[in-house]
């Protein structure tokens, strides 16, 4: 359940842009509200006559118009993902427990759903190097930008035990994109842990290639 | 009742896919009825989903419409609340639910969906292999790589803690129990099952 009194003290007084906070679902609905007013003010329209804001039921409360968005801003929203260090652990640089058969067809499949039309595309091979790489040129970061723009979270979820890539490699590819999609991020954050917590990775924990 | 919930999910009974899509095709105006009549303050509607968010005593409380065709034969039971017959939801279909659109779709891991699936295998297994032998093979070895990478104390540091679980060593050990559930399922099945070919509404 969503705290309102938070939404509403968030809508006043955003959060400071803490790169180790993790945005909370009553800070993406304040956003979304205040963004609905400066949308509102900026074509020349009236809050207090679209009820946004403060006269509006999630801000006001309950005795102004009810407020009601079309979208769940907890998806809508662009949010930052956790620091790279926050996957640092273990687990997170576990491979797949069963090796995938054919990444590369996974990758292709990749490439050809959510590249479409790009410029000499990757092939599937080369997406999947794209995303096991620690370096990329401002083209591979702009490819893989593209595909984290359009990815479906079930196929976020296949670049695990399809693609063959770990958690930290895909919370990197994120990174280097600076992919703020809020179902990607919500997705790789559920496998953040904060770097003091137990569990994280020593330099010769990890498999080999994984840097 | 193992725990105490604030999250409810509606099903429409009908079965066949059109009023699914009618649903989909006329979400704006479904949207502003909600708004008109119930006071809703945002409703997403998904292929499969559809979330509402209503105010409750200032907080705001989460409905949510499954507006997919059932995944097991025998989606609901007739039970009589209060000398009222209820099309109630049957746990098999409950947990395929859990497993297929949250944990696979939607990429969503929560502890009271870990949780359910943990305290199933300990007091409804019947019910659990129906929900787990509709999940396609892939899906499961996807939902259980995912297991596989939650950090440790995932559990004890989740913004969503489980509300008064009935059982501490299924809430505790949600994660683990989930994972040999899975592991056992995968195990159980032939190894070269195809893979089913996305339905229209999951492309």
């Known amino acids: 359940m969503l705290d309102v009194a938070k939404i509403r003290t968030f809508y006043f007084h955003p959060p400071s842009d803490d790169p180790e906070h993790e945005t909370t679902p009553e800070e993406l609905w304040a956003a979304a509200e205040r963004q609905a007013v400066e949308g509102c003010l900026l074509r020349a329209g009236d809050p207090k006559a679209e009820g946004l804001g403060e ?21 809508r929203l662009p949010r930052n993902p956790l620091p790279l260090s926050w996957f640092d652990h273990r687990r997170a640089h576990a491979l797949p427990p069963d090796p995938p058969e054919d990444p590369d067809l996974f990758f292709a ?8 039309g790009y410029p000499k595309r990757p092939s599937g091979a080369a997406l999947g190097r794209i995303f096991r790489a620690a370096d990329l040129t401002p083209v591979e970061r702009d490819q893989l930008w593209h595909v984290f723009a359009c990815i479906h979270t079930k196929n976020l979820v296949r670049l695990l035990a399809r693609g063959g890539l770990s958690i930290y490699q895909v919370a990197r590819a994120i990174h280097l994109s600076e992919a703020r999609f809020g179902n990607v991020v ?15 990775a020593t330099s010769g924990a990890r498999p080999p290639g994984d840097r | 009742m193992h725990r105490p919930s604030n999250a409810a999910w509606v099903l429409p ?16 105006a479904f949207r502003d009825q909600l708004q008109r009549h119930l006071g809703a303050h945002a409703v997403d509607i998904d292929s499969g989903i559809a979330t509402i968010h209503f105010l409750q005593e200032d907080r705001l409380g989460e409905v949510t419409l499954a507006t997919s065709p059932p995944l097991t034969r025998l989606p609901a039971s007739s039970d009589t609340v209060r000398n009222t017959v209820v099309h109630l939801e049957a746990t098999a279909e409950i947990l395929a639910k859990k497993l297929h659109y949250r944990m696979f779709l939607q990429g969503r891991l929560v502890p009271r969906d870990l949780y359910d699936l943990a305290i199933a295998s300990d007091r409804d297994p019947g019910p659990l292999r129906s929900a787990l032998s509709v999940v396609d093979t892939s899906d499961l070895q996807e939902i ?35 994972k040999e559930i899975i592991a056992d399922a995968l195990r159980s099945r032939a190894p070269y099952r195809p893979f089913r070919a996305d339905t229209s509404r999951e492309r």
């Open chain 1, 109 to 116: 499949g990749l490439s050809a759903g959510c590249l479409a």
């Open chain 2, 13 to 28: 009974q009908a079965v066949k896919p059109a009023p699914y899509e009618r649903l989909f095709q006329e979400r704006l």
């Open chain 1, 55 to 75: 006269h509006g039921s999630l801000i006001g409360g309950p005795d102004k118009p009810a407020r009601c968005f079309g979208f769940n801003p907890e998806k």
């Open chain 2, 144 to 178: 259980h790589t995912q297991l596989h990478s939650l950090p440790e104390r995932w559990l004890a540091n989740h913004r969503q803690p489980l509300i008064r679980p009935e059982s501490q060593r299924a809430a505790s050990s949600a994660v683990r129990i989930t």
């Open chain 1, 186 to 200: 919500a997705w790789i954050n559920q496998f953040a842990a904060r770097p003091e917590l137990d569990g994280h």
